[in-house]
Structures are given as structure tokens and as C-alpha cells.
């Protein structure tokens, strides 16, 4: 069935380490989206991308990267340069020109 | 920049009470509104949108949002909650573009516990 599919579900990793969070989606849908959600602070803006091989910077993407090789693909390095990485991370696509987000099912990121 | 405020973090009601959940944003052009709902355990998904025409949007599962335009709100409304509408509600604002594309701005949330 069409979706979103983020890998992995959780994830611990220790302070300094790179992590890369999967995104994968079978919608055909051409912009895809990362957020981040904390508690009290709603859904914040990462990094988004239009159409493959470009992407834009939202609005807290200090400390993180992606790529858009693929129309599928968006995936998500959360960088030892990011100063608070533990958080709930969420993928989502819409398609062009369309208004209305599909969200994955998240992947929370524990920093240890 | 366009900025969302959700001013209720925690709402406790009873089933069957109405509910009003209010939603406020800054920017003074053109908005796509949105709320967002997500049930425990399950994805973010949408509630329901207001693009134009007829203020007074119906969504799913008995909701309905009023946009407000002289007052930039888009506040959300049940008139009897269940307790299956336990959940974090999040509204969202879109800056209409000519070509498209999105970058939502979300509020920051609003828990509904709904006791039995």
C-alpha cells in the first residue's frame, strides 16, 4: 500500500556520532520534508526538497544534511555538530503543487 | 516570517463537552490553513484544510474549523467529544504560492485528554 516509510523506528547512538535516518516513499509525489517534533514546541521545519537534487534549508538546519538523489529517497544525517539531536523526527511528502503532508510514522532518535 | 500560535498546551474535558481549540497566525497575505491530528501510536494525519471559499470547513470525525480572517484565526470545534478524540492537535499555515509548493509552519500543539 502507498506510504511513507521511515527506518528506524528508534535509534540510540552516542554524542559525536553521525546518524542517518531512511525516509522512503512510494506516493510519486514530488516535494518531501523532514521535521522535528519536541515536546511543547510543535513540529519545526528541517530541511525540504521540491524535486530531486535540490533541497532547501527550513528552519533549524544547523547540524543537519540530506540528499535527494532519488524521487523515493530523502533521507536524514542528524551530524555530531547538531548540539541537541535527541528528538521525535518526522518524514512527510505532498504532492506537486499540493498543499496537504503525508507523514511517516517517525523515528525517535535517543542521544545517549 | 510566518509564525503559528496554539494558546491551549493541555485541554482536559469531559465526553461529551464541546470543544474549542484555538489557532492564531501572523501573516497578512494569502493562507492555506490546516490541522493536523495525531492519536496515540499513529502517524501525524489531516483533520482538515481551509484553502478558500465557505469559511466554516468540515473534517473528519465530526470537526469543523472557522477562518476568521479579520482576526487570523482558524480555531477548531467539536460540539461533543468522544474519548477516542484523545490526541495532540496541531494547527499549520501555508503561505499561498502562484507555482505551489509548501513550507508549513506548525503551532506548537495542543494535547485533548478526554476522560470517561
Known amino acids: 500500500d502507498g506510504g511513507i516509510t521511515q527506518s528506524p523506528k528508534y535509534l540510540f547512538r552516542k554524542e559525536g556520532q553521525n546518524v542517518t535516518l531512511s525516509c522512503e516513499q512510494n506516493?510519486?509525489?514530488?516535494?518531501m520534508y523532514w521535521y522535528r517534533q519536541d515536546p511543547g514546541q510543535g513540529l519545526r521545519l528541517i530541511y525540504y526538497s521540491q524535486i530531486v537534487n535540490d533541497f532547501q534549508k527550513g528552519d533549524i538546519a544547523e547540524g543537519y544534511s540530506v540528499s535527494r538523489e532519488k524521487k523515493e529517497s530523502f533521507p536524514l544525517t542528524v551530524t555530531s555538530a547538531q548540539k541537541n539531536p535527541t528528538a521525535f523526527y518526522l518524514c512527510?511528502?505532498?504532492?506537486?503543487?499540493?498543499?496537504?503532508?503525508?507523514f511517516g510514522a517517525g523515528s525517535r532518535l535517543t542521544v545517549l | 516570517a510566518q509564525s503559528v500560535s496554539q494558546h491551549n498546551h493541555h485541554v482536559i474535558l469531559s465526553e461529551a463537552a464541546s470543544l474549542e481549540l484555538g489557532c492564531n497566525y501572523s501573516?497578512?497575505?494569502?493562507?492555506?490553513l490546516f490541522w493536523y491530528v495525531q492519536y496515540p501510536g499513529q502517524h501525524l494525519q489531516l483533520l482538515l484544510k481551509?484553502?478558500?471559499?465557505?469559511?466554516l470547513v468540515k473534517g473528519i470525525k465530526g470537526f469543523e474549523a472557522e477562518f476568521i480572517k479579520s482576526k487570523f484565526s482558524f480555531n477548531l470545534r467539536k460540539p461533543s467529544v468522544q474519548w477516542s478524540d484523545t490526541a495532540e492537535y496541531f494547527c499549520a499555515v501555508n503561505i499561498a504560492r502562484p507555482g505551489g509548493g509548501n513550507k508549513l509552519t506548525f503551532g506548537t500543539g495542543t494535547q485533548l485528554k478526554v476522560e470517561l
Open positions: 501573516y497578512g497575505g494569502t493562507v492555506n
Open positions: 506516493l510519486n509525489h514530488d516535494a
Open positions: 481551509y484553502f478558500s471559499g465557505d469559511p
Open positions: 512527510a511528502a505532498a504532492a506537486a503543487g499540493a498543499n496537504v503532508l503525508t
